[in-house]
Structure formats: C-alpha cells, structure tokens
C-alpha cells in the first residue's frame, strides 16, 4: 500500500505536467490545476455549443439542460437585481457555470478540484469585488459611499455603524472565496478520509464507512451545486446594492 | 509546552467552531419546516432562501476549520 495516497490532504497538490515554462523568474508552467481548468472551461463551450446547434421547438436533452441553466441564471438575476442588471448576465453566467464545472469535475474520482484552493476562489472573488466597486462609483458617483449610511440610524450610532459596513464591504472578497474554497477543500478531504477508513478497516469492518462514504458523495454534489449558486447570487446581490442604491 | 502539541491542541480547538454551524442549520432547516407546514403554499418561493441561509451558516462554521487549517499548515 502507498503510504502517500492514504494522506487526505495529498489530492489538493498542484504539481506541473509538461515542460517548465518560467518567465521572468515567474513560474508559468502548465500544471493539473491548469488542465482541469481547461477540461471545466471545454465542457462548457461543448454543452452550449451542442445544446445551440439545432434549435429544436421540443427541445432534445441537450438542448434542454442548456435552456434550464440559461433560464435559471436569468431569473436568479431578474430575482435578486432586478432588470437593470440584466446586461450583467454574461458575466455571471460564465460565472456560475465555471464554478459548476470545476465543482462536478472534481467530483470524479482521480480528478482535480481546481476551486478547493484558495487562490482561485480569491481571484474570482476579487473580480466580482473590484468590478461591483467600480459599477457602483461609475453609476452613482462620490454617492455610492452612501451605501455605508444605513437609513433611519439614529445620529448617535452612525459612526459606529459606518465602521461596521465599512469592514463588512472590504470583507465581502475573503467570505465570498473562503466560503467556496472551504467547503469544497472540507467535502473533499472528508471524502478521503472516509476512503482511508475503508482501507485501513478492510473487508470486515470496512462496509459502513463504505456506506458513509456514498451517502457523502451525495451529500457533496449537492454542496457543489449549492456553491456554485451562492456564489453567483451573492454576486447577483451585491451587483444589487451597486445598481439600485438603497432599494 | 512543545510548540507541535500546542500546535495540534490549537488546531483542534478551532475546529469547535463548527458546533456553532450546525447549530444554525439546524435553526434554519427546522424554522424553515415549521413554516412551511404552517403555509404549504408559500414554502417553494422560500427554497433559495432556504439553500443561502444554509450555505451562509455553514461558511462561518469553516472559517473556524480554514483557522485550523493554517495553524497545522501555514506555521
């Protein structure tokens, strides 16, 4: 047995594939991570791709699941931003489908979650932070910081309350990755150690945590959909406080 | 104390953070059921509400594992 695989933590390490590619002292080599990024980011274009081609008016199952993600993502917006935010719908469409994929592939066994490491969810993260700042300044001008004036404080408690939104404002990037981030590293190294359990426990005692370990996976889809759908309406919700100001 | 027991006793520590999420999900599955068999009708407009309150609730449980995590791998 390789001591090395039973390590639940062994399946979040990046390591290059191919040649080294360093530029500038940066290392820019093609990893894992990189590949099932690029497998997540093909399934997409293929499922559009397939789903657009022949527009069927009762639709094939393909074309079907591809309506369903489109009307999905629209209403969540329509929902949660109103209809002013529907020129956004691109970007976090691509957003939650990318996120989706990079989920459900790293549901597959030997595969790679690409979004279980922080640096990934943070960039993502701070897109949606830099570009909702931006929205917000670019629409409402210098009174966008009226989004940190709650209505109807008393005067008393306003420079306590704005110090209080404040931080939860400049927060709001290191929640939204670390939310995505841990649950995904969590559910994944739970997966493991429960394999590790089968391992260790063997033929005899080994069918409960075998048991435990499928009801997990269940358990663990459902998490990779859900994060995947906080994430994009949490950024559906702050694009909200962007566009309609204290609506 | 040796800094690697402290280290494991730390970390061990941080991960009670996660009673206080189940706490809250419990909260939120549990008033959700009692509101929907209450008002059957209303129940399914409240479903994504249901799955953000869940999924804010669990993250601040993992923040409390993420504490964890970097004491046992980040020091």
Known sequence: ?247 | MELEAAKMIGAGLAAIALAGAGVGIGIIFGNYLTGAMRNPSAAQKQFPNLLLGFALAEATGLFGLVVALIILFAF
Request: glycine share 6%; proline share 4%; hydrophobic share 55%.
């Open chain 1, 1 to 247: 047995m390789n001591k090395m695989s039973l390590n639940p933590m062994h399946q979040f390490e990046v390591y290059k594939i191919g040649p080294e590619i360093n530029i500038n002292g940066i290392n820019l080599s093609f990893t894992n991570a990189s590949l099932f990024m690029a497998i997540s980011a093909t399934l997409i274009i293929l499922l559009l791709f397939l789903g657009t081609k022949k527009k069927l008016l009762v639709p094939s199952k393909i074309q079907l699941v591809t309506e369903m993600s489109y009307t999905f993502v629209a209403k969540m917006i329509n929902d949660t931003a109103g209809s002013s935010a529907k020129s956004f719908f691109p970007f976090i469409f691509t957003l939650f489908m990318f996120i989706l994929f990079c989920n459900m592939v790293g549901m597959l066994p030997y595969s790679f979650t690409v979004t279980s490491h922080i640096i990934v969810t943070f960039i993502l993260a701070s897109i949606v932070f830099v570009g909702v700042t931006i929205i917000g300044f670019a629409k409402h001008g210098i009174k966008y910081l009226e989004l940190f004036v709650p209505k109807g404080v008393p005067l008393v408690l306003l420079p306590l309350i704005v110090i209080i939104e404040v931080i939860s404002y400049l927060s709001r990037p290191v929640s939204l990755s670390v939310r995505l981030f841990a649950n995904m590293m969590a559910g994944h190294t739970m997966l493991k150690v429960f394999g590790g359990f089968v391992i260790s426990l063997g033929l005899l005692g080994g069918w409960l945590p075998l048991g435990f370990s499928v009801a997990l996976t269940g358990l663990e889809i459902l998490v990779a959909f859900l994060q995947a759908y906080v994430f994009a309406i949490l950024t559906c919700i702050y694009l909200n406080d962007a566009l309609n100001l204290h609506h």
